[in-house]
Nanobody, 120 residues
């Protein structure tokens, strides 16, 4: 069974930085994408950033220029460097992975979420 373990959330003042990390465990035949979604209180979950295998990273317009996603394909890890944080970045951040599992079936896996709180 594939699982994602996140770390790095916390409380930070506006203008500060945080780095989120996510590590995958279990057997995957191939990974198409690893990324981060976020869900603010009272809002729907939205994409923050995604690293696509063989492609360029995609970012939400609201985080472009401030967030950087990095993926290590050999270690099956993905990190999100968040700079110049704003109060509106406050959310639970979820790691997400999509690809072919051990049975060569397409699967999507979610982490448990890590809370990022940005104070003004």
């Amino acid at each position: 069974q594939v699982q994602l373990m996140e770390s790095g959330g916390g409380l930070v003042q506006a203008g500060g930085s945080l780095t989120l990390s996510c590590a995958a465990s279990g057997t995957m035949f191939s990974i198409n994408a690893m990324g981060w979604y976020r869900q603010a209180p009272g809002k729907q979950r939205e994409l923050a950033a995604v690293a696509i295998s063989g492609g360029s990273p995609n970012y939400a317009d609201s985080v472009k220029g401030r967030f950087t996603i990095s993926r290590d394909g050999a270690k099956n890890t993905v990190s999100l460097q968040m700079n110049s944080l704003k109060p509106e970045d406050t959310a639970v951040y979820y790691c997400h992975m999509a690809g072919l599992g051990a049975a060569y079936k397409y699967i999507e896996v979610w982490g448990q979420g890590t809370l990022v709180t940005v104070s003004s």
